[in-house]
């Protein structure tokens, strides 16, 4: 069964920082692009950041210069290093990625479960 595994979430304070991690298991060929989104409450997932195989990046733009994103294609799997978190940045961030199913001819998106990273002021 494949699936994506999230760590890294917790409560920090204004200004620190979070490094989240997820890695994708199961029967996987490969992973495409790999990214984060993030929901806060009464809100809707938006983007935070992804990242191609090839490792092309794109970041929301509330987040530029103060998170990045990188990846391990051997290990299928996606960082977001969080810093200067504000309260703002108060939410579940789920990881997102289209993986290559072990045959390596199909390919699906799948969405991890959630991290919650609460910034206190």
């Known amino acids: 069964q494949v699936q994506l595994v999230e760590s890294g979430g917790g409560l920090v304070q204004t200004g620190g920082s979070l490094r989240l991690s997820c890695a994708a298991s199961?029967?996987?060929?490969?992973?495409?692009?790999m990214g984060w989104y993030r929901q806060a409450p009464g809100k809707q997932r938006v983007l935070v950041a992804g990242?191609?195989?090839?490792?092309?990046?794109n970041y929301g733009d509330s987040v530029q210069g103060r998170f990045t994103v990188s990846r391990d294609n051997a290990k299928n799997t996606v960082y977001l290093q969080m810093n200067s978190l504000k309260p703002e940045d108060t939410a579940v961030y789920y990881c997102?990625?289209?993986?290559?199913?072990?045959?390596?001819?199909?390919?699906?998106?799948?969405w991890g479960q959630g991290t919650r990273v609460t910034v206190s002021s």
């Open positions: 997102k990625a289209d993986l290559v199913d072990y045959s390596g001819r199909y390919h699906r998106d799948y």
């Open positions: 199961g029967s996987i060929f490969s992973s495409n692009a």
């Open positions: 990242i191609t195989s090839g490792g092309r990046i």
